[in-house]
């Protein structure tokens, strides 16, 4: 279990960060707003499981956050010759499996407040543009981003080529923009380009993992996440 004591709601872990300067929030999907890592852990293990190669939960969990072509060069590199079935195999059990994944609670509401507010509300994600549309579709959430970025149409995380996209359709730089996520890989996008970032702890990557990437506040639940979002000097 990661130590969370350091960042108990009793010690200001959000000082650095002044909402009244973002313009633009852009948030990771998987694990930071949508529950469902542990289904992506069991897709990865089934599709893995039909051609006879072991993977570890731990190693199907860390490379959440990736492309799925990274994701296939990082757990199955001896094997290049059976990604795209592997590919496969995990597409076709997650969408058949994943449709009770829902927003982690209280996520659906802190959207609509801050989209209230006059925030503007973005997604970078390592799902696949099919995949994202189908859950943007499943969450009837279309209409709360004005703008979108997966992993296959552009370069994966890190690589802040998704970031630089999106606040090129926006038109705000980068230091009024905020990324909210939960891996290792969106928080170095971000400092890449020295757009401000907060980690979320209750997803993917553990505390020390997050600290690396110098986040202006790392969050263990949703609740803290609202309360981070919301702050204003």
């Given at each position: 279990?990661?130590?969370?004591?350091?960042?108990?709601?009793?010690?200001?872990?959000?000082?650095?960060?002044?909402?009244?300067?973002?313009?633009?929030?852009?948030?990771d999907w998987d694990g930071t707003l949508f529950d469902s890592v542990g289904q992506i852990v069991r897709s990865?293990?089934?599709?893995?499981?039909?051609?006879?190669?072991?993977?570890?939960?731990?190693?199907?969990?860390?490379?959440?956050?990736?492309?799925?072509?990274?994701?296939?060069?990082?757990?199955?590199?001896?094997?290049?010759?059976?990604?795209?079935?592997?590919?496969?195999?995990?597409?076709?059990?997650?969408?058949?499996?994943?449709?009770?994944?829902?927003?982690?609670?209280?996520?659906?509401?802190?959207?609509?407040?801050?989209?209230?507010?006059?925030?503007?509300?973005?997604?970078?994600?390592?799902?696949?543009?099919?995949?994202?549309?189908?859950?943007?579709?499943?969450?009837?959430?279309?209409?709360?981003?004005?703008?979108?970025?997966?992993?296959?149409?552009?370069?994966?995380?890190?690589?802040?080529?998704?970031?630089?996209?999106?606040?090129?359709?926006?038109?705000?730089?980068?230091?009024?923009?905020?990324?909210?996520?939960?891996?290792?890989?969106?928080?170095?996008?971000?400092?890449?380009?020295?757009?401000?970032?907060?980690?979320?702890?209750?997803?993917?990557?553990?505390?020390?993992?997050?600290?690396?990437?110098?986040?202006?506040?790392?969050?263990?639940?949703?609740?803290?996440?609202?309360?981070?979002?919301?702050k204003q000097r």
């Amino acid at each position: 279990m990661n130590d969370l004591s350091q960042f108990s709601p009793d010690v200001d872990t959000t000082s650095a960060l002044d909402m009244q300067n973002i313009d633009l929030i852009i948030f990771d999907w998987d694990g930071t707003l949508f529950d469902s890592v542990g289904q992506i852990v069991r897709s990865l293990q089934f599709a893995a499981q039909q051609f006879q190669q072991p993977l570890l939960d731990d190693d199907a969990k860390s490379v959440i956050g990736l492309g799925l072509p990274e994701v296939m060069q990082r757990l199955f590199p001896q094997v290049p010759e059976l990604h795209e079935q592997i590919l496969t195999d995990y597409a076709q059990h997650y969408v058949a499996n994943s449709g009770s994944d829902v927003w982690f609670d209280g996520v659906a509401e802190l959207l609509d407040v801050l989209k209230a507010q006059g925030k503007l509300l973005a997604v970078a994600t390592g799902k696949s543009r099919k995949g994202l549309d189908r859950v943007l579709a499943q969450t009837q959430s279309e209409d709360i981003f004005v703008a979108t970025r997966a992993a296959s149409e552009t370069r994966s995380k890190p690589d802040p080529s998704m970031l630089q996209e999106i606040l090129n359709v926006t038109g705000v730089p980068a230091d009024r923009a905020l990324m909210v996520g939960d891996t290792s890989y969106d928080l170095e996008m971000a400092q890449k380009i020295n757009m401000p970032r907060v980690g979320v702890s209750y997803g993917v990557h553990a505390v020390e993992v997050l600290e690396r990437f110098a986040p202006v506040a790392i969050v263990g639940s949703v609740a803290e996440l609202r309360t981070c979002l919301l702050k204003q000097r």
